[in-house]
């Protein structure tokens, strides 16, 4: 990184950045939009249930893997900022390593709460048995997926974003053409779906192996001394992406909890049509946040902070755009884009209605993540965690409970925009408080 380059031309450094990390986090996504076109069209509306009641798993896992990779490179990011380049490779080692424990940890945990889960959320007949089928095989796939994210954010924070795009090219495109071989073809039900997640991601991880072996510059593979130090840095730094992401995935299980007991699993099917959108969206912030976090790590730890502060609006402003264009195309295209997963007309309903009530969020949703983005780059974790809190748990879960009473199904779909709304307020009294300091 050349501090210079940054400060001539803020805005293109940033997409620079940006841009690939938001192609690899929306092909990603498109892996689960992909999945679900499948499972709609080839095994049934219980299988589209079955697989949202499941996220609030993934959101574990992402929890935890954001947590520790974040973090992580947070720290590694203002090492190598100072050009304290060996201290900043012992920290990238640890960060993988931790994060593959982590990983492994959470999968055995979770194996244990399978049950459970299924019957406080009152899953029952063909809905149960996919669950089971699907994130049995899922679990591993989930594992290797933590740790290539990881990696990936290396490779991005030592200035080679196109390299990890074009791994997620490839995965992408195994796991489309492998949904149709094992739906399609072999017709080995949802469990060939999952396999196909599972086949792309340990490909993509021999696509980033060979590049730490023959093509890294700063962060190599070896061994490493275990700092105790580093790594409750790592956790304390990472600690509002956990609760982020954490809270995120408590709130799909809300969700889950209030559409299965008020509307049923017509409704659950209809939230997850609606939610792949937000969840494509939510990747290509994520992407423009884990593009910008090593430029702002890298800048704040070279003292610029003005710079850093200039990087956090810039960036601001592109997901603000970003989230009005979705928000209008998504409203023209909302019938259509239902059709696609499900033709009953009580379902097609529900999605064309809720879209466009959930999707107000998407104007304050992105500048509230890329805030909490830049508080945990520049080392304040706290900040940071207080958004996250706000938008991922404790605005929302209040939302989830109480505005269905009220509002019924629209008021599933009003949780999002009002947690959103109250949480930005947050967020510009924190910039507020930061600026003054």
């Given amino acids: 990184m050349d501090l210079e380059k940054i400060r001539q031309n803020t805005a293109g450094t940033i997409l620079q950045f940006s841009v690939p990390a938001i192609i690899a986090m929306v092909l990603t996504s498109l892996i689960t939009v992909v999945d679900g076109f499948f499972i709609g069209n080839y095994i049934g509306e219980e299988g589209i249930a079955a697989v949202n009641l499941g996220l609030p798993v993934i959101y574990l896992f992402l ?113 489309i053409v492998l949904d149709y071989v094992f739906a399609v073809v072999v017709s080995s039900g949802i469990a060939g779906i999952a396999i196909a997640s599972l086949i792309s991601e340990l490909v993509s991880l021999a696509l980033i192996l060979y590049y730490f072996r023959k093509k890294a510059k700063v962060y190599r593979l070896g061994r490493f001394s275990f700092s105790v130090s580093v790594l409750r840095r790592t956790l304390f730094n990472g600690s509002s992406e956990f609760i982020g992401e954490m809270s995120t995935g408590i709130a799909m299980f809300a969700y889950n909890f209030v559409i299965m007991r008020r509307i049923g699993v017509d409704g659950v099917t209809a939230f997850t049509i609606v939610g792949y959108v937000s969840y494509l969206f939510s990747m290509v912030v994520i992407g423009f946040g884990q593009g910008a976090s090593p430029l702002m790590s890298f800048v704040y730890g070279a003292k610029d902070y003005g710079l850093a502060k200039k990087l956090r609006r810039r960036t601001n402003g592109m997901v603000l755009a970003i989230g009005a264009v979705v928000f209008g195309m998504m409203t023209l295209l909302s019938g259509w884009y239902s059709g696609l997963f499900v033709q009953r007309d009580a ?34 974790a706290l900040e940071s965690a207080v958004i996250s809190m706000s938008r991922g748990l404790v605005v929302l879960l209040a939302c989830i409970f109480v505005l269905p009473v009220w509002f019924g199904m629209t008021g599933v779909w009003l949780a999002a925009p009002v947690t959103e709304a109250v949480t930005i307020v947050i967020s510009l009294w924190m910039v507020w408080r930061e600026k003054g300091k």
């Fill in 63 to 175: 929890s935890i893997g954001l947590m520790v990779s974040v973090g992580g490179v947070a720290i590694a990011g203002m090492l190598f900022g100072a050009k304290e380049l060996a201290a900043c490779n012992q920290v990238f080692r640890q960060t993988i390593v931790t994060t593959a424990v982590f990983s492994v940890m959470t999968a055995l945990l979770v194996a244990l709460f399978f049950e459970p889960m299924l019957d406080i959320l009152g899953a029952a007949g063909q809905v149960r048995v996919y669950f089971g089928t699907y994130y049995g095989i899922l679990l591993p796939e989930l594992v290797v997926m933590v740790v290539n994210s990881s990696f990936g954010m290396f490779i991005r924070g030592e200035g080679s974003p196109q390299y990890y795009m074009k791994v997620n090219i490839v995965g992408v495109l195994f796991n």
């Fill in 347 to 380: 379902i097609r309903q529900m999605v064309q209605s809720g879209m466009v009530i959930f999707m107000v969020s998407f104007f304050f949703s992105g500048i509230n993540a890329i805030t909490s983005f830049y508080f945990t780059s520049i080392g304040k």
